[in-house]
C-alpha cells in the first residue's frame, strides 16, 4: 500500500532562516498532498495543499513544491517566525479511496 | 459554522474498562476519521466512517470499533482498554470525501 516518508523529524532553525521539510510517496497514483501544523497542546490544522497538476503552491511565507517524476513534495517556510514553531505532517491520498496516508511528522523548531 | 466538537474532553479509566468517546463534525460533513496520536508519535488512523457505513480502516485490532449515525455524529469505542491505550483521540470530518480534514480539539485517555 501508500507509504509516505517525511524528513527530517526534527529540524531546529535560526528566526529569520528559512525552513525546508521533505516527504516522499510511493504510489505514483496519489494526486493530493495537503500539510497540517499542529501547534503544542492543539488540533492539525490545514496549512496548504497541492494537487498533482501543479507543481508549486505559494501562500504568503509558506510554499509547497510538487515533483511528480521523484514523487516527493516538499514544504518550505521563509522567513520563520517564532509562531512557526509546531509539528508538521505532511499526507498523500489518490482519487480511488480518498484516503489520506500520513507522514510522521517533522517537529519544527525556531531558535530565537 | 461551528467546529468539531468531541467529548469528553478528558477520560480516566483503569485497564480492562471500555470507553466510548464521541465527535460531531462540522454541520454539512458527512466523513469523519478517527485518529490515535500517542506523545512523540503521528496520527495513526483507526478508521473513516460516510454516510453511516465505515469506508476505511487502519491497522488496530478489533477492541477499537466505531459507528456512525443519520446525523452524521460519530461515536468510538475501545473494550478491554490497555495502558497503551492512553493517548489523544482525534477525530477530523470533511464535507465528503476525506481530502480536506477539520480536526476536532481531541480526547485524551488516560488507562490506568
Known amino acids: 500500500g501508500e507509504n509516505v516518508e517525511q524528513h527530517p523529524s526534527t529540524l531546529s532553525v535560526q528566526e529569520g532562516d528559512s525552513a525546508v521539510i521533505k516527504c516522499t510517496y510511493s504510489d505514483s497514483a496519489s494526486n493530493y498532498f495537503p500539510w497540517y501544523k499542529q501547534e503544542l497542546g492543539k488540533r492539525p490544522q490545514l496549512i496548504i495543499d497541492i494537487r498533482s497538476n501543479v507543481g508549486e503552491k505559494k501562500d504568503q511565507r509558506i510554499a509547497v513544491t510538487l515533483n511528480k517524476t521523484a514523487k516527493h513534495f516538499s514544504l518550505h517556510i521563509t522567513e520563520t517566525q517564532p509562531e512557526d514553531s509546531a509539528v508538521y505532517f505532511c499526507?498523500?491520498?489518490?482519487?480511488?479511496?480518498?484516503?489520506?496516508?500520513w507522514g510522521a511528522g517533522t517537529k519544527l523548531i525556531i531558535k530565537p | 459554522k461551528a467546529g468539531v466538537t468531541q467529548t469528553p474532553r478528558y477520560l480516566i479509566k483503569t485497564r480492562g474498562q471500555q470507553v466510548t468517546l464521541s465527535c460531531s463534525p462540522i454541520?454539512?460533513?458527512?466523513?469523519v476519521s478517527w485518529y490515535q496520536q500517542t506523545p512523540g508519535q503521528g496520527l495513526q488512523f483507526l478508521f473513516e466512517?460516510?454516510?453511516?457505513?465505515?469506508?476505511n480502516k487502519g491497522n488496530f485490532p478489533g477492541r477499537f470499533s466505531g459507528r456512525q449515525f443519520s446525523n452524521s455524529r460519530s461515536e468510538m469505542n475501545v473494550s478491554t482498554l490497555e495502558l497503551g491505550d492512553s493517548a489523544l483521540y482525534l477525530c477530523?470530518?470533511?464535507?465528503?470525501?476525506?481530502?480536506?480534514?477539520?480536526f476536532g480539539p481531541g480526547t485524551r485517555l488516560t488507562v490506568l
Open positions: 466512517y460516510f454516510s453511516e457505513t465505515q469506508r
Open positions: 454541520s454539512g460533513h458527512r466523513s
Open positions: 477530523a470530518s470533511s464535507l465528503a470525501s476525506p481530502r480536506t480534514q477539520y
Open positions: 499526507a498523500a491520498s489518490k482519487d480511488s479511496n480518498y484516503q489520506l496516508i
